[in-house]
């Protein structure tokens, strides 16, 4: 689905002349291969590329060393454009400025009127893609009394609308509350299991990667770590050492296990933590 | 609350104006404004009274939010109708004093001028007032279609158009918030003459812009993930179709003007 090799991006400061002033380097040699119908995350502290890694994906940006692959598509083939924009949607962090239309589904339709979809099939898709993300009744409301959540979901169905089949959230959750957060996460889950479309998560927060299949962790630029989540969060240190926040259950465990408790590694949530320290204690 | 702020003036309601395609009633609003420069005597001007009044009628918005409109033009209306009392020459000199005097013709002229401009106000009132201001966009954009060909920009300014209409609230809303912020560091928006005044909006409309802009360059990126390049092969999701009731109207709309054009060459 999604394939980069050795993807390098460096933002440039031009003087007045134009010439280069200052480079940064975002994204540094990333190599990474992801399957259709995945539920990928991309985790990493702010500053650590993953933004600037997920718009190569829609061919925001383009690599200046290095080439992604979307579908088989070279990110660089300007003739592809489009056909790539519309197989990897983009969910962007925050939820107003991606909102075009000033009713819900008018904005859900914008995609596939971009795209030239016939009307009629324009009136379906909106109505799948809104149903598909819980909004329907909402359909003609104005965005702007949404709340956070409910704004972001219409962001998805907006995409979905499009038939991509690959979603990329960048930090969709970022600027949310609490239940917004879920919301939006159990309605990318869904999506995934339910229409099989590639979901690439690009976030902060531990918690909402705890389900993922495969995470990469980004440090300036580069992927430092992969692997399920498991694996990522049985290195409570390394984690600490990127200045990631560890849920809190895997905290715990890895805390007794320094005393002396026999638990094992990667523990993600209370319920497993609970298990198996009853299991420890009926072998007491 | 400032979101609660109603756009344009829209004016929801459930009738045969209401429902008209908004190139009908774009064209019809054209249509009506040349008909008051034609007129030109008594029975004109009932004739463009009678066909004010059935539309107000039909479009049930209550006559006193129609007339909302006019208090925006009062001094205006008072202003031209003075000048063209006093400044208009006529036959009979029906009030005389010092250099100011009144003559029957520019009596005349001044009620049908001030009837002229309170009708071509409450005429794009009833049309605004009926018309979502999207809808409103997508008829400009359809009707001036054919100005593509002299390359004016058609589909994007509608498109400039709609977005401004979506971002306004989030804006004013905006602006709220960075006045309480501004408000709690101890900026004082209340006291002062008007350039004290003037100068206080600074910390207000600094932080403004900026943010407007970076929306802006949000909202460009999010448009373009999603695949818009321009109006060229572009679909619509609520295209413009004429009804039956549309081209009903049309006709009466021309037969209107017909009449008026008769009314305004044979009774005078």
């Known amino acids: 689905m999604i394939r980069a090799e050795g993807l390098t991006f460096d933002y440039e400061r031009l003087d007045e002349e134009g010439n280069v002033e200052e480079k940064k380097r975002a994204v540094d040699h990333v190599n990474l291969h992801i399957r259709p119908g995945a539920f990928i995350a991309i985790l990493g502290h702010n500053g650590s590329g993953k933004s600037t890694f997920a718009k190569h994906i829609n061919a925001i940006l383009t690599p200046t060393e290095g080439t992604l692959f979307v579908d088989g598509m070279d990110t660089k083939d300007e003739d592809k454009l489009w056909e790539i924009r519309q197989d990897a949607g983009m969910v962007f962090q925050n939820p107003d400025n991606q909102i075009i239309g000033t009713v819900v589904e008018e904005d859900v339709g914008f995609g596939p009127e971009n795209l030239g979809v016939p009307t009629d099939e324009i009136w379906q898709r909106v109505e799948e893609s809104l149903s598909a993300v819980g909004m329907l009744k909402y359909r003609h409301h104005s965005p702007n009394r949404l709340s956070g959540g409910q704004k972001q979901r219409v962001a998805i169905a907006g995409v979905m609308a499009m038939h991509p089949r690959c979603i990329v959230l960048d930090e969709p959750t970022a600027m949310l509350d609490p239940n917004g957060r879920k919301s939006v996460i159990k309605t990318a889950r869904k999506l995934n299991k339910e229409e099989g479309i590639t979901i690439l998560l690009i976030t902060h927060y531990m918690e909402e990667v705890i389900e993922a299949d495969h995470v990469y962790v980004m440090d300036s630029g580069k992927v430092v770590m992969e692997g399920t989540p498991k694996e990522i969060f049985s290195q409570v240190e390394e984690l600490k050492r990127l200045r990631l926040d560890v849920p809190q259950a895997t905290l715990l465990a890895y805390e007794l296990k320094k005393r002396g408790i026999l638990l094992p590694d990667g523990i993600l949530s209370n319920e497993e933590l609970v298990d198996e320290l009853w299991r420890l204690k009926s072998k007491m | ?140 954009e359809k009707l001036l279609g054919p100005m593509k060909k002299i390359h004016v920009p058609v589909h994007e300014i509608a498109m400039m158009m709609s977005i401004a209409l979506r971002f306004i609230p989030i804006l004013l809303e905006e602006t709220d918030k960075i006045m309480k912020a501004q408000i709690a560091r101890g900026a004082d928006f209340e006291t002062g003459n008007l350039i004290q005044k003037a100068k206080a909006m600074v910390p207000l409309l600094v932080p403004l812009f900026i943010s407007a802009f970076r929306r802006a360059n949000d909202l460009a990126m999010a448009m373009e993930a999603r695949c818009y390049h321009g109006g060229d092969g572009r679909t619509k999701m609520k295209p413009l179709h004429y009804e039956s009731r549309d081209k009903t109207a049309y006709g009466v709309v021309w037969c209107y003007l017909a009449v008026m054009i008769l009314v305004g060459r044979y009774f005078t």
């Open chain 2, 1 to 140: 609350m400032i979101r609660d702020i109603t756009l344009g003036q829209y004016y929801p309601a459930k009738s045969v104006i209401h429902q008209l395609d908004p190139r009908v009633k774009l064209v019809t609003t054209v249509i009506y404004v040349i008909s008051l420069f034609v007129a030109n005597g008594i029975v004109g001007y009932a004739v463009a009274t009678l066909f004010l009044g059935v539309v107000i009628k039909l479009s049930k918005v209550p006559f006193k939010y129609i007339t909302k409109g006019l208090k925006a033009i009062v001094l205006l209306l008072v202003l031209t109708a003075v000048f063209n009392l006093f400044l208009i020459d006529g036959e009979i000199v029906l009030w005389r004093w010092g250099i100011f005097r009144i003559t029957d013709q520019g009596v005349r002229t001044a009620v049908f001028m001030a009837i002229r401009l309170i009708y071509l106000i409450i005429g794009s009132s009833v049309m605004t007032l009926t018309t979502t201001p999207n809808d409103l966009t997508d008829g400009l």
